[in-house]
């Protein structure tokens, strides 16, 4: 299954690393998606990673603030967040394949 963590609360500009570690199958064998949701929205799809040496992808409105990693040692993904603004905040979950996490809460106060 898939575990987030680092999410918090955090003044607009800041920033936060979210984790999404992996237990029971290899993150590298798939590609990694962070999606976030706000209540009363769909999910969004924030930034997806290709398995093993393939590129990222970032919705619009995260490029330049965002960068998504692994770690493959670790079974992780990370969602480094910067400049964070108040229209970030949601619930974000980490997505491969059909497994999900329970989701991190990130709450940017302005």
């Known amino acids: 299954h898939l575990v987030e963590s680092g999410g918090g609360l955090v003044h607009t500009g800041g920033s936060l690393r979210l984790s999404c570690a992996a237990s029971?199958?290899?993150?590298?064998?798939?590609?990694i998606g962070w999606l976030r949701q706000v209540p009363g929205k769909e999910r969004e799809g924030v930034s997806c990673h290709a398995s093993s040496g393939g590129g990222a992808w970032y919705t619009d409105s995260v490029k330049g603030r965002f960068t998504i990693s692994r770690d493959n040692a670790k079974n992780t993904v990370y969602l480094q967040m910067s400049s964070l603004e108040p229209e970030d905040t949601a619930v974000y979950y980490c997505?491969?394949?059909?497994?999900w996490g329970q989701g991190t809460q990130v709450t940017v106060s302005s």
């Open positions: 029971g199958f290899r993150l590298d064998y798939y590609a």
């Open positions: 997505q491969a394949s059909t497994y």
